[in-house]
């Protein structure tokens, strides 16, 4: 089927922040510095919980997809970014958008309900303590995850490929720093209606579902911290969720200001400064808080710092 107007594009043009002339370099500089970062933070919390036994539990188990799920979500949208900055020529192939767009929905999912699988973690060592080794054992915890990492591919697949079946009119020119759909959707022309409501459905089952589902596990443990009697117990109970409530209000604080707030409040440069808290940022401090707030991380680091350092002295 043909439109009237429809262009046959062959590439996209990422503006990104082609406003910003000579200072692209510098973006680049401290850009690259913050990827370094979130690439080394990521991947140390992947080692660490792999090599030292006492992480080896459910919750360091959901840390190191999340660890995972964070480098490929910024692998997808970071390095073409840095590449743009560098470069006049910033196109980016039909196929290639695509892909980007696929990959952003799917590893932005996977990180929705890894955080909602993290929290019903805490909802059982902390709710039901005598039950936790039988309810999250190993079994249960694998295959929680596989269902993490496959749920979002049809949804992944129906918002991309719509999207890219649509007719695209007059310029190719995708005013962001990567191939996100409302951007790209400035460009069809043809009502899309039916898109937008499906998206609206696709958002509150894969985002907000598990949002709900964190929201209803906290209730449930801020409760059961409440009534116990012992003010260590308290402390104690309320520090091991501590990283997790902070990682869960990063992600979807940044990413609810940036898709949740009104058509006609949105402005290009804006909300491209807005989309860099959930791309760049977020998934940069989310290794710092582990570490930084959480005790048997801290512990672990020290104990793998001190066999290095006694295995070079011996």
Excluded at 11 to 37: A, P
Excluded at 100 to 125: I, T
Excluded at 254 to 280: A, D, Q
Excluded at 290 to 305: F, G
Aim: hydrophobic share 50%; aromatic share 16%.
């Amino acid at each position: 089927m043909t439109w009237p107007n429809q262009t046959m594009f062959s590439e996209f043009v990422l503006l990104g922040f082609s406003e910003h002339g000579q200072r692209q370099f510098l973006l680049f500089v401290m850009f690259l510095v913050v990827y370094m970062l979130t690439l080394m933070g990521n991947i140390f919390i992947i080692f660490l919980t792999k090599i030292d036994t006492t992480l080896h539990s459910p919750m360091y188990f959901f840390l190191q997809n999340l660890s995972f799920a964070e480098i490929c979500f910024t692998l997808d949208t970071i390095p073409k970014m840095l590449i743009n900055l560098l470069l006049k020529d910033k196109s980016i192939s039909y196929a290639g958008c695509a892909i980007q767009m696929y990959c952003f929905f799917y590893f932005g999912c996977a990180e929705c309900f890894l955080l909602a699988a993290m929290s019903y973690d805490r909802f059982v060592a902390i709710c039901n303590p005598l039950r936790y080794t039988t309810v999250m054992n190993r079994t249960f915890c694998h295959k929680l995850v596989g269902g993490v990492w496959v749920i979002g591919i049809p949804v992944s697949l129906l918002q991309a490929a719509w999207i890219f079946n649509l007719p695209f009119c007059g310029a190719n020119e995708v005013n962001h720093f990567f191939c996100d759909a409302p951007p790209v959707l400035k460009l069809v022309c043809t009502d899309t209606y039916l898109y937008e409501m499906q998206s609206i459905a696709s958002t509150l089952l894969f985002l907000m579902f598990p949002f709900v589902l964190i929201l209803i596990s906290y209730v449930r443990i801020i409760i059961t911290i409440l009534r116990m009697s012992s003010a260590e117990g308290r402390h104690k109970a309320f520090s091991t969720c501590s990283s997790h409530l902070i990682v869960v209000t990063l992600f979807y604080g940044s990413g609810s200001i940036v898709y949740l707030r009104p058509k006609s409040n949105y402005s290009p440069e804006v909300k491209k400064i807005l989309s860099l808290f959930y791309t760049v940022l977020t998934p940069m401090l989310n290794p710092i808080v582990y570490t930084l707030r959480n005790y048997e991380v801290k512990e672990a680091l020290k104990r793998t710092l001190g066999r290095k350092i006694f295995s070079q002295v011996t």
